[in-house]
């Protein structure tokens, strides 16, 4: 038995890709019995946000002004913190569409739903406005750094790329101050580790992984990704039985 939703939430340059990355590297048995993931495919808000930026760039082309984004050389900056609730209910439509649709997936599969939240975009908002269908097969995993090891990994991260590719970008720094100062997480869920959310008139399981002090070694990852997907799935395994 596997997590059919597992939300994979945290701060920008939190280790969120490390930890796809990590179980990308899993043979599917290593993956169901260690991790209680199965066969998994991503959905990730990014992916939209990166077409609103690319068809901000089209109306310049067409000598109108951009409606959602500013860019500077590569990157691109958010100036519309709505485009948050608009990627919600892009989740709305999509999960049901491409997942909910096809029970089959959930036999050997997991998605894995990626998304950060930060200063007045918040997790609150986010989980209680997502379907509950959605919900009902979720359950939580928050990689917890703070915010200002976020900003440390974010530009180390682009300073790693741009050693070796011209095209390398980063969530820009004024992305950071505007969206990322901090995030509602800890005050959404009390303070505590792990726990029961509820969202949305549904019981959502989840685990607060701290992912600090950074790690490169796969077998310190590997008991850092067990010790709290272990948890998580009891805590899921108790909310779908009932």
């Known amino acids: 038995m596997t997590f059919d939703h597992l939300f994979l939430l945290g701060l920008p340059a939190s280790g969120k890709s490390e930890f796809i990355d990590f ?3 899993q043979s599917p048995d290593a993956l169901a019995e260690r991790y209680h993931i199965g066969r998994f495919e991503e959905m990730d808000d990014f992916v939209w946000l990166w077409e609103k930026c690319v068809e901000d760039d089209l109306w310049e082309e067409v000598g109108e002004k951009r409606l959602f984004s500013k860019k500077d050389g590569a990157n691109y900056s958010i100036a519309d913190g709505d485009l948050y609730k608009f990627f919600t209910e892009c989740f709305n439509r999509e999960i049901p569409r491409a997942y909910l649709s096809r029970p089959e997936f959930y ?12 200063g007045d975009n918040t997790y609150e908002y986010t989980l209680n406005r997502l379907d509950p269908e959605i919900l009902k097969r979720g359950a939580v995993l928050y990689v917890q750094v703070e915010p200002e090891e976020s900003r440390r990994r974010n530009e180390a991260r682009y300073q790693e790329k741009l050693a070796h590719s011209i095209l390398a970008h ?3 720094d004024d992305v950071m101050d505007k969206f990322y100062p901090f995030d509602d997480w800890t005050k959404f869920t009390d303070g505590k580790v792990s726990g029961v959310l509820e969202c949305n008139g549904v019981e959502l399981p989840f685990v607060t992984m701290n992912n600090e002090p950074e790690s490169k070694d796969q077998e310190v990852l590997a008991g850092r990704y067990k010790g709290a997907l272990d948890e998580l799935w009891k805590l899921y395994s108790n909310t779908s039985s009932s």
């Open 23 to 25: 179980m990308k590297k």
């Open 170 to 172: 980063k969530t820009p």
């Open 107 to 118: 036999k050997e599969g997991t998605l894995i739903v990626e998304f950060s939240r930060g």
